[in-house]
C-alpha cells in the first residue's frame, strides 16, 4: 500500500483518470460503429434496390436482348428485322411468378427463347414437362446469353417497375431511355398517357 505523499499515490489518479479516457473513448468509437451500421442498414435497401433496377435494365436492353423483339419500351414494336408478334409487355396479366417462367422456360412453339438452358431438364417448366414432351415445339435458345436466376428476377423486377401497366408511352420514358440527346425524337410522344 503507498504511503501518503509517495510517488506512487501521486500516479494513482492519473491511471484512474487516463483508464477512464480510454474507455471513453472505446464506448465513443463503439457507438460511431453502432451508428454507421445502422445508417448502412437503412441505406443498403435503397441502394441495392436502385441497383437491382439498374442491373435489370441492362439485362433487358443488352445481355438478353429483350428490346430487339419487345421494343425499348417492351410494346412489342421490336426491330424490323425480328419475328414480330412479341408480347406488349405493358398490357400483360401475368404475375412475377408467371414471367419469371416463361423468361425462365420461353413459349413452347412460339418465339420467344428459354434463358435457362436446365429449366425443363430438371423439370421446372409448365408444371414439369420435359423436352423430349415438347419435342420440335421445344423454345430456342436466346441467341445472345444465357440468363442466371437472379438475373431472370432482376429483369423482372425491371419489368414490373418500369414497363408492366404503364399504358401509352410517354416523353418521359423516352427522354428516361435515351436521355436529352434524343429529346427531338422523343417529342412524338405526349408528356402523360
Known sequence: MAKPGSA??????????????????????????????????TLFPRLAGADDFAFGRRIFQDKAQ??????WAGDGAGAPQSSGGAANLRETKLTREQLIEVISCGRPGAAMPRFDDQAYAEKRCYGGISEAALGQDLPPLPPGSLLQNREIEALVDFLQAKIINRGPITRGECLEAFGERAAHSCAQYPDLP
Not at 429483350?66 to 421494343?71: A, L
Open 8 to 41: 506512487e499515490s501521486d500516479t494513482r489518479p492519473m491511471r484512474e483518470g487516463a483508464i477512464n479516457a480510454a474507455h471513453r473513448r472505446r464506448t465513443l468509437q463503439r457507438n460511431r460503429l453502432y451508428l454507421a451500421a445502422a445508417l448502412l442498414t
Open 66 to 71: 429483350c428490346v430487339f423483339c419487345h421494343g
